[in-house]
């Protein structure tokens, strides 16, 4: 099994990697969160990547706000962070017969990147998405909505 931890910022009592490395035991964890410490290193056994990168639709960099545990993606934020197409990342995830669960907990971006990998068909790689939903100034209810009419794969709530 695959885990991949998209907003895998550590935040007091509530560790996502060390909660997924529990409740999944999987061979390799992915984790990509622009305030996460790099490692890449083995737990048990478990071989743990994080990565200080931001999860998006595009690579290159862009623009992000610095806020705590809602530290998110901001086209008006002050610092430029490197971001990574994620769809494209994940299209290149050897398919070697592992499951792979996916959580994204980005501070509504999950709305982008849920979009793009339903357009570009990769959410049938999926075996199951846990996800945090957030509320913002669109119309995120329809969205989420929409994602989760069309998405091939079982969706839970994440909340940590």
Not at 64 to 88: H, K, M, W
Request: hydrophobic residues 40%.
């Amino acid at each position: 099994m695959i885990v991949i931890d998209v907003g895998c910022t550590y935040h007091p009592n509530a560790d996502s990697v060390d909660y997924l490395l529990e409740r999944f035991h999987p061979t390799v964890l992915y984790g990509f969160d622009p305030l996460v410490s790099e490692r890449n290193d083995t737990v048990g056994d478990t071989r743990v990547i994080l990565t200080a990168s931001a999860a998006w639709v595009r690579d290159g960099t862009i623009r992000f706000a610095r806020d705590g545990a809602r530290s998110r993606i901001n086209l008006t934020g002050e610092e430029q962070v490197p971001c990574f197409d994620f769809s494209s990342w994940l299209r290149a995830v050897p398919d070697s017969g592992n499951e792979i669960v996916l959580k994204i907990d980005a501070e509504r971006a999950e709305y982008a990147l849920l979009e793009r990998l339903i357009a570009d068909e990769l959410d049938h790689r999926l075996a199951r998405v846990l996800v945090e939903w957030h509320e913002g100034p669109f119309d995120w209810k329809r969205r989420q909505g929409s994602i989760l009419d069309r998405i091939s794969c079982p969706v839970e709530d994440w909340k940590l």
